[in-house]
């Protein structure tokens, strides 16, 4: 098979990861319109083709939370992606630092902070849900400072958690029951159940003989459903970030009111996010937000965006439209269900070549310089042409 676009890597991961992990990832909350819109309103986004311009020099360096980076591409925090790929954290973040962007580990991670730490040898970054336990997030913000995390990705917008039809259905849960249904779709996705054969890791790593009284899943199952803390407001984000005393990034701000507030809390960035379309379904996607909270924050705030970036053309409208940088989600785990670290370092490529030509035929070197002035406007186009005759 000829890989040449994400869409490639996603009808591959179908392939090969049964079908309650595969839709775990490709899927969004209630009938779905925020997840989708995600990606369909970059489509209404148009570049300007510029010519005989000298292209010959170009870069996509860049720097995301102070550290430099080969792209302002970042992989985002994904929940169990040890059971779209064995061990699949570990492969992730791998191929992160073997293309030199960030990897951002997740709290409902199957593979540890310690195991990702060990694997990899490189400091990493970590995402936290706001979680009732406070012995539990004292001691996970030890770990993650031990295991070397330089950035806290804070995420707001998982108080309760949005109703995700297919996952009910199919009962999703890690690692999977042994039902009739589960055993005959295990049984259709062979190299899957053998690689999970080959490891020990298939429960939440982080949480699993860390959370207090929780020893196995039945444990872990009903710690986690009391976890969410719906009390959340921003004295409690202010003093998360104070215990944490590092880099934050508060992940799940979509609407300019938020983030203006949000710069009172004493965070570094913030990640625009409504979680894929995971949460609140009928909200904005991400990129149609992401103007007005350019303008509620500044043009100098560090400011991150993330929803429905599948190609390297979505991450540089994304950035002419005021985002410092991308962070994906989907798009390398497709890659990783299909193919593990290969196939999340074949994304990356994918995203990389897609950034470099499109920033070529716009006539620009520098990813630095992509900005408004990249994007095409019909009307600018006519007044133009108006102000000309």
């Not at 591959?12 to 490709?26: G, S």
């Not at 940088?325 to 798009?331: D, I, N, P, S, Y």
């Not at 897609?354 to 186009?381: K, R, Y």
Request: aromatic share 6%; net charge neutral; glycine share 10%.
């Amino acid at each position: 098979m000829v890989i040449t676009e994400i869409e490639d890597l996603r009808r591959l991961h179908r392939r090969r990861v049964p079908r309650m992990f595969y839709d775990y990832v490709d899927t969004g909350a209630w009938t779905g319109s925020t997840y989708r819109a995600n990606s369909e309103d970059f489509d209404r986004i148009l570049f300007r083709q510029r010519v005989a311009r000298n292209i010959e020099a170009r870069s996509l360096a860049a720097t995301m939370m102070g550290e430099a980076v080969s792209m302002p591409v970042a992989l985002a925090p994904v929940g169990l992606l040890g059971m779209q790929h064995p061990d699949g954290e570990i492969h992730a973040a791998r191929a992160a630092k073997a293309k030199g962007v960030p990897f951002t580990l997740s709290t409902m991670s199957i593979c540890s902070l310690e195991e990702i730490a060990e694997a990899t040898g490189a400091p990493f970054w970590f995402q936290l849900y706001t979680l009732r336990d406070e012995e539990f997030l004292d001691d996970i913000l030890d770990r993650a400072r031990r295991a070397r995390v330089t950035v806290l990705v804070l995420t707001l917008d998982l108080t309760i958690q949005g109703q995700r039809h297919k996952d009910l259905k199919n009962r999703m849960t890690a690692p999977p029951r042994l039902t009739a249904g589960n055993l005959l779709n295990i049984a259709l996705h062979p190299r899957w159940a053998l690689g999970m054969l080959g490891t020990r890791r298939r429960g939440f790593g982080n949480i699993l003989g860390h959370a207090r009284g929780v020893t196995n899943m039945g444990d872990l199952m009903e710690w986690t459903s009391r976890q969410f803390d719906q009390r959340l407001d921003w004295a409690r984000v202010e003093e998360i970030i104070r215990k944490w005393g590092g880099p934050v990034i508060l992940k799940g701000i979509n609407d300019a009111e938020d983030a203006r507030r949000g710069l009172d809390t004493g965070a570094q960035a913030i990640l625009v996010s409504n979680h894929g379309g995971r949460q609140l379904d009928g909200a904005p996607s991400t990129i149609r937000a992401l103007p007005s909270i350019r303008r509620a924050v500044g043009a100098d705030y560090p400011l991150y965006l993330d929803g429905g970036i599948q190609s390297g053309q979505a991450a540089l409208k994304a950035i002419a439209n005021g985002a410092d940088g991308v962070f994906v989600g989907r798009a390398f785990t497709y890659g990783l269900g299909a193919m593990g670290q290969a196939g999340v370092e074949c994304a990356l490529d994918i995203i990389r070549r897609e950034m470099d030509i499109t920033m070529a035929l716009c006539g620009v070197n520098d990813i630095g310089d992509f900005g408004p002035d990249c994007l095409w406007s019909g009307e600018d186009q006519a007044n133009s042409q108006q102000g000309s005759d």
